[in-house]
């Protein structure tokens, strides 16, 4: 039957030759591709001495932001997580008391928000569906780990440390993200 890439070979059972029988010629053959091949531009980079650039669209560990009294952003409306099509995100919310206003800048925070990022797909819906401008992919990368519990990033992983702001908003105005 006629294959429909064109690329399919017949496969021929003719014996082997004499020079085939000793291999040499087809070792030497592929020693000389190998030999050739270590002049030639390297495609591969020697991470992590060498990093590529990300592109200017990359999307990349999630941070819930803080305003700028240091406050949490995130309401715990739950939007984000009915919008990841992953189901990767869980949260518990609670009522804000009184001499709280200086930690969460809405009457509703989350208590416990959990992301787990290997369901994550970092296709950055949750970013989209926040009304409150709590949470943002950057262009940090999630560091490997040997447990997979480990990779439930809790809110000690997420939330932005006042010392270690993380601006996103030159990636959002011009693909760009910076960290300060
Ligand atoms: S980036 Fe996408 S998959 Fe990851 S938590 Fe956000 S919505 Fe879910
Ligand atoms: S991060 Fe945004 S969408 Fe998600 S619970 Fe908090 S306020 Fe709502």
Request: proline share 4%; with cysteine.
């Amino acid at each position: 039957m006629q294959s429909l890439s064109n690329r399919s070979k017949v496969v021929s059972d003719k014996p082997m030759t004499f020079m085939e029988k000793l291999y040499l010629p087809a070792i030497l053959g592929g020693m000389w591709i190998t030999f050739t091949h270590l002049f030639r531009k390297h495609n591969t980079l020697k991470y992590p001495e060498q990093t590529k650039a990300f592109a200017p669209v990359y999307r990349g560990m999630h941070v819930l932001k803080r305003d700028e009294q240091g406050r949490e952003n995130c309401t715990a409306c739950g939007l984000c997580a009915v919008a990841c099509p992953a189901e990767a995100i869980t949260m518990v919310a609670n009522e804000r008391e009184q001499g709280e206003e200086h930690l969460y800048r809405e009457e509703k925070y989350a208590e416990i928000y959990e992301i787990n990022m290997l369901r994550c797909i970092f296709c950055g819906l949750c970013e989209e569906a926040c009304p409150k401008e709590a949470i943002f992919l950057t262009d940090r990368l999630v560091p490997t780990e040997y447990e997979r519990a480990d990779f439930i990033y809790g809110k000690d992983k997420l939330v932005e440390s006042m010392d270690y702001r993380i601006d996103i908003t030159d990636r959002q105005s011009t693909g760009k993200r910076t960290e300060k």
